[in-house]
């Protein structure tokens, strides 16, 4: 069934906030009574894809002042039938923020929230049952600005500089400036070449305070630099996502706690 990936995702979300306790619990219901929950056309409400948009080094977050709407939100948009929930939120990103990579800092949910859409010309009053991503850019491009919006803005970590006190975003902004690291020490990872490595350390840049980097250490002999050798990357590169016969895949894919 198209409806297991989602149903699966939201039911190893584990959300903190009460608020989101009872929408995870909405949605299951939501997603599971309706077979077309992921097409526009079900009046009710159907399933929307947002994004928490992290700049390369994670020290800013991008958010869009709506054109229609007025006001400051995320990015996101319509899954118009597709139930791959996570490549609607990368392709969202990428229209809305004219940046092309962007890659999945975490791959399970970020946030959830569930909101009620007035109505209007077009279409009656409806819910958006709306599954949020942490993503990330991975390249240095500027945003482009579309007709969608009227800004495009990169806030920093001083939640005195948030350009709106919705209760989502303000939830999300939290959640970012207090993030839980997606990797952690005494983890195994394989990567997509077939080597393994073992997580030793997650630390910061001292040059760019703002820059997490992942330190893991080679479990094989190298011939050029030794028995075991260290080495980091940027959090954002060690969780992307690369293209390697004809798929993405992991860079890195976790094998053993």
């Known amino acids: 069934m198209h409806r297991n990936k989602l149903i699966e995702m939201l039911q190893n979300y584990n959300p903190v906030a009460q608020e989101e306790m009872e929408f995870k619990e909405r949605m299951l219901n939501f997603v599971k009574e309706n077979e077309n929950c992921f097409e526009r056309t079900l ?23 709506h054109s229609k709407l007025d006001q400051w ?12 929930v996570l490549a609607v939120a990368i392709k969202e990103a990428q229209e809305e923020s004219c940046i092309v990579n962007i890659v999945a800092a975490r791959n399970d949910i970020f ?5 009620l859409i007035p109505e209007n010309k077009k279409e009656k009053a409806h819910y958006h049952y709306d599954i949020r ?21 990169w806030i ?7 350009p709106t006190q919705n209760r989502s975003i303000v939830r999300m902004f939290n959640k ?42 080679a479990m094989y002999n190298c011939p050029t630099f030794g028995a075991n050798p260290i080495w980091a990357r ?3 590169m ?15 894919q976790k094998i053993s706690n």
């Open 43 to 65: 009046e009710q409400g159907h399933i929307t894809a947002s994004i928490w948009l992290l700049n390369k080094d994670n020290s800013k977050a991008l958010l869009m002042h």
């Open 73 to 84: 939100f995320q990015l996101g948009g319509h899954c118009d039938g597709d139930s791959d």
């Open 111 to 115: 946030d959830i929230d569930i909101h």
């Open 133 to 153: 991503f942490l993503l990330q850019v991975s390249s240095d491009e500027d945003v482009v600005q579309n007709s969608e919006s009227k800004e495009l803005r």
């Open 156 to 162: 920093d970590k001083n939640i005195n500089n948030l």
């Open 176 to 217: 970012w400036t207090n993030l839980i690291f997606p990797v952690k020490v005494g983890e195994i990872y394989k990567h997509y070449k077939g080597k393994s490595y073992k997580i030793i350390s997650v630390a910061r840049n001292t040059e760019n305070i703002e820059e997490v980097l992942v330190v893991y250490q």
């Open 234 to 236: 940027p959090i954002g």
């Open 238 to 252: 060690f969780t992307e996502n690369v293209f390697k016969d004809g798929k993405d895949q992991p860079r890195f």
